[in-house]
């Protein structure tokens, strides 16, 4: 997804600008091997071991960050000085909090016999975020007949590490820890180089009997049945370095923290609120409505609410920030159930649309955003992430979004609120987007630390040619023109809608060129589907990959292409069993373990989806759909991974992990809405007042889908889809008493 992990991942980043092979698997612990727990809330999350603990094991990802700093390196918990016995650790359903159940091991006295014998007291830990605080509630219970006393110690450090740190890159310079230390508590602040401070505050209830730089220990004596706990938050904060004297412990950073009940009450309250207008999904398949649900809780998990409304940030534990492509995608998969993310994401990246050339930057005037940092080392210049626009497909997605959420909402006010930043959005690519004047938008880095590849697939060695050899740019690749193509009908219908006629009629002719000189330049017959891309010399890449899919998404393929592209990406070369792989077998470069060369997307296999339904392939489409179900019921929690290695599907086996594979993970949550919406052909014109099932098929792991609270204007709806062998029936189980839309399901074939 982003290439700059491939690097960070390589031992001697320092001074490279390219790393030898992208997204290494051995240089950091496998999420396979150890999995870990994660919570967010805003612009802070954490990564945690099945303990609930932090930094057991070093150079891992594990933490407490805010703002693309770890604020909290270590916290260990420890009974008796040895570590408790896992019994069971899981994330709520709702992705509130994480409950980890213990229990004491042995402990020996010096004579050799037991003082406390195994599983007396039981621990349970629970842990939760909100607004930039982690609290955390051990309680205590001793389920021995006779009377137990003993030390619970907590082992903690913050070593203000930007998250470029934690992902392997080195500095030569960092800044300064102070410790403060008090009865209540412990404060840590790091005065950067940046000229910030990052203050890390602990406060604990009761106050520990011994507390010193590191280490806080508490004793307690529990009569047989008798519960008691511990309380413990961590708050972080930002301060300029001006005003950033370390306070006193008892003054809090920004407000001080909640009860814990309170606290909790309001992070249930505040995940309910984000939750509060998407459909939900339930269906006669338990593990169906499992997925969902978690599919649901994932995703507003990772929304994070802004002045401009909401946003999902790419994912946990590397992508927990703003990226314009991510958010775009996540927003159109979602659309149907949700609007209101499409409304957010549109406004917030208008508003950090680049409106001059800055090169470091990859910055073009109307160029949409990639990503967004504020950590030390992007403000500092040692990254150029801080507003950064290294993405070649996120303009055009940005004016396709736009006009797919007003053909969704009809919200005509939004759209003209946002047509200087559309319009800006359509100049890029006619002129920065397309420099040499082919019709095509091409890309190139403008510096050597600058994505090299700005597509999805941005791995150095992601596009190539059929023998192998890497394309050299400016590179036009295959799914950009397609999104432009989409982007110019969408421009056009948005501008008739403001009564812009001309500029109406110019854009609906721009895509009719565009459509009719793409198929001209990327079909290739020999290999029955579009070159991945065009290099420099605009020789075609005649390599099979699933970005020709995304024709089909963005609907610029030739009706007569679209069945030759469905057999070419179902095949078995390219479908494993468990969803279509980024690159077809017999590729030179096919790699299953590479991260994009050979592994399976679920989001991208969501948008050849919802391609292929467009096209009629609704069969394609369920097929893809029961597939990537399918790998939702081999993880745990149903979750479904960033990405899987692209090996053949076998029986009695499930799909291959990627070891560093990013989870929960905002456009893999979002797949589940697409494919479902791509199999049932749900269209929602709001100019139509219309709920439309076009062709609808369900795949055979469904027999009954209910869509509840299904909204188009002022109309909601319960749906109820139900298939019997190949036939399916749709029945409105409710019908609120303001809804005038029609709801009806049309069969062309």
């Given at each position: 997804m982003h290439e700059q992990i491939a690097a960070s991942r390589q031992p001697e980043i320092a001074g490279r600008s390219e790393p030898s092979s992208d997204h290494a698997l051995d240089a950091h612990?496998?999420?396979?091997?150890?999995?870990?727990?994660?919570?967010?809330?805003?612009?802070?999350?954490?990564?945690?071991?099945?303990?609930?603990?932090?930094?057991?094991?070093?150079?891992?990802?594990?933490?407490?960050?805010?703002?693309?700093?770890?604020?909290?390196?270590?916290?260990?918990?420890?009974?008796?000085?040895?570590?408790?016995?896992?019994?069971?650790?899981?994330?709520?359903?709702?992705?509130?909090?994480?409950?980890?159940?213990?229990?004491?091991?042995?402990?020996?006295?010096?004579?050799?016999?037991t003082a406390i014998p195994r599983d007396a007291i039981a621990i349970e830990r629970t842990k939760f975020l909100w607004n930039a605080v982690c609290y955390e509630r051990v309680g205590l219970r001793n389920f021995d007949r006779v009377p137990h006393e003993f030390t619970l110690s907590l082992s903690f450090g913050a070593d203000f590490r930007d998250l470029f740190e934690v992902r392997g890159m080195k500095r030569a310079r960092r800044g300064e820890t102070e410790t403060q230390i008090a009865s209540e508590g412990v404060r840590f602040a790091y005065r950067g180089l940046d000229d910030r401070v990052r203050r890390t505050v602990l406060r604990f209830k009761p106050n520990?009997?011994?507390?010193?730089?590191?280490?806080?220990?508490?004793?307690?004596?529990?009569?047989?049945?008798?519960?008691?706990?511990?309380?413990?938050?961590?708050?972080?904060?930002?301060?300029?370095?001006?005003?950033?004297?370390?306070?006193?412990?008892?003054?809090?950073?920004?407000?001080?923290?909640?009860?814990?009940?309170?606290?909790?009450?309001?992070?249930?309250?505040?995940?309910?609120?984000?939750?509060?207008?998407?459909?939900?999904?339930?269906?006669?398949?338990?593990?169906?409505?499992?997925?969902?649900?978690?599919?649901?809780?994932?995703?507003?998990?990772?929304?994070?609410?802004?002045?401009?409304?909401?946003?999902?940030?790419?994912?946990?534990?590397?992508?927990?920030?703003?990226?314009?492509?991510?958010?775009?995608?996540?927003?159109?998969?979602?659309?149907?159930?949700?609007?209101?993310?499409?409304?957010?994401?549109?406004?917030?990246?208008?508003?950090?649309?680049?409106?001059?050339?800055?090169?470091?930057?990859?910055?073009?005037?109307?160029?949409?955003?990639?990503?967004?940092?504020?950590?030390?080392?992007?403000?500092?210049?040692?990254?150029?992430?801080?507003?950064?626009?290294?993405?070649?497909?996120?303009?055009?997605?940005?004016?396709?979004?736009?006009?797919?959420?007003?053909?969704?909402?009809?919200?005509?006010?939004?759209?003209?609120?946002?047509?200087?930043?559309?319009?800006?959005?359509?100049?890029?690519?006619?002129?920065?987007?397309?420099?040499?004047?082919?019709?095509?938008?091409?890309?190139?880095?403008?510096?050597?630390?600058?994505?090299?590849?700005?597509?999805?697939?941005?791995?150095?060695?992601?596009?190539?040619?059929?023998?192998?050899?890497?394309?050299?740019?400016?590179?036009?690749?295959?799914?950009?023109?397609?999104?432009?193509?989409?982007?110019?009908?969408?421009g056009a219908v948005m501008a008739r809608a403001q009564g812009f006629d001309l500029r109406a009629d110019e854009l609906t002719q721009q895509a009719l060129v565009l459509r009719e000189r793409f198929d001209r330049a990327f079909w290739c017959e020999e290999i029955g589907s579009y070159a991945l891309a065009l290099d420099g010399d605009k020789r075609p890449c005649r390599v099979r990959s699933s970005n020709a899919g995304h024709a089909l998404f963005g609907g610029i393929a030739y009706p007569e292409r679209a069945e030759r592209i469905a057999r070419t990406l179902m095949n078995e070369g390219s479908f494993s069993g468990w969803g279509i792989r980024t690159l077809n077998t017999g590729e030179v470069r096919y790699n299953p373990m590479s991260y994009h060369n050979g592994s399976v997307w679920p989001h991208d296999n969501a948008l050849i989806a919802i391609g292929l339904g467009a096209y009629g392939f609704k069969l394609e489409a369920s097929r893809l759909f029961e597939a990537i179900f399918n790998v939702a019921t081999h993880q745990e929690q149903q979750r479904l991974p960033e990405l899987f290695c692209g090996f053949l599907r076998k029986s009695r086996r499930g799909p291959t992990a990627y070891p560093v594979a990013c989870s929960p993970q905002a456009w893999a949550a979002a797949a589940p809405f697409a494919m479902l919406s791509a199999c049932l052909g749900l269209e929602l014109p709001a100019a139509a007042n219309e709920v439309k099932l076009v062709d609808p098929v369900l795949p055979s792991f469904l027999d009954d889908v209910i869509i509840h609270e299904l909204t188009l204007g002022d109309s909601q709806f319960d749906l109820r889809v139900h298939r019997h062998q190949s036939d399916i029936t749709l029945n409105v189980l409710k019908r609120w008493d303001e809804s005038n839309a029609r709801v009806t399901m049309i069969k062309t074939r």
């Open positions: 612990p496998s999420l396979v091997e150890r999995p870990l727990r994660t919570l967010k809330s805003g612009d802070t999350f954490a990564v945690l071991d099945s303990h609930g603990d932090i930094g057991i094991t070093p150079d891992t990802s594990e933490g407490l960050f805010c703002n693309d700093t770890r604020h909290l390196s270590r916290l260990e918990l420890f009974f008796e000085d040895k570590r408790p016995l896992l019994l069971g650790s899981v994330i709520q359903d709702d992705n509130t909090a994480l409950t980890v159940d213990l229990a004491n091991p042995e402990i020996i006295r010096s004579d050799g016999s520990p009997y011994e507390l010193r730089n590191g280490l806080a220990s508490f004793r307690f004596r529990l009569e047989p049945g008798e519960r008691t706990s511990l309380l413990l938050t961590v708050a972080c904060d930002l301060v300029e370095a001006s005003r950033g004297d370390i306070l006193p412990i008892g003054t809090a950073p920004g407000a001080p923290p909640l009860e814990f009940a309170k606290a909790y009450q309001n992070a249930r309250r505040g995940l309910r609120a984000l939750t509060a207008n998407v459909s939900k999904i339930k269906s006669s398949n338990a593990l169906f409505t499992d997925l969902m649900s978690r599919s649901t809780s994932d995703l507003y998990t990772l929304v994070t609410r802004g002045d401009d409304g909401l946003y999902p940030y790419a994912g946990i534990p590397w992508f927990s920030t703003m990226f314009g492509r991510d958010g775009i995608i996540t927003a159109m998969m979602l659309l149907w159930a949700d609007p209101a993310v499409a409304r957010g994401v549109l406004l917030h990246l208008a508003r950090a649309q680049a409106v001059s050339s800055d090169p470091v930057a990859d910055a073009q005037p109307g160029k949409i955003l990639h990503e967004r940092r504020s950590g030390e080392m992007a403000n500092l210049g040692e990254v150029p992430f801080g507003f950064y626009y290294g993405s070649v497909d996120a303009t055009p997605l940005f004016v396709m979004l736009a006009g797919q959420y007003f053909d969704r909402t009809g919200d005509l006010a939004t759209i003209q609120r946002l047509w200087k930043n559309i319009e800006a959005a359509l100049l890029w690519c006619d002129t920065y987007g397309d420099r040499d004047g082919d019709g095509f938008i091409e890309y190139f880095r403008e510096t050597e630390n600058g994505l090299a590849n700005q597509g999805w697939k941005d791995s150095h060695d992601s596009i190539s040619h059929a023998d192998g050899s890497l394309a050299r740019g400016p590179i036009a690749l295959v799914e950009v023109q397609a999104y432009a193509y989409a982007a110019k009908r969408a």
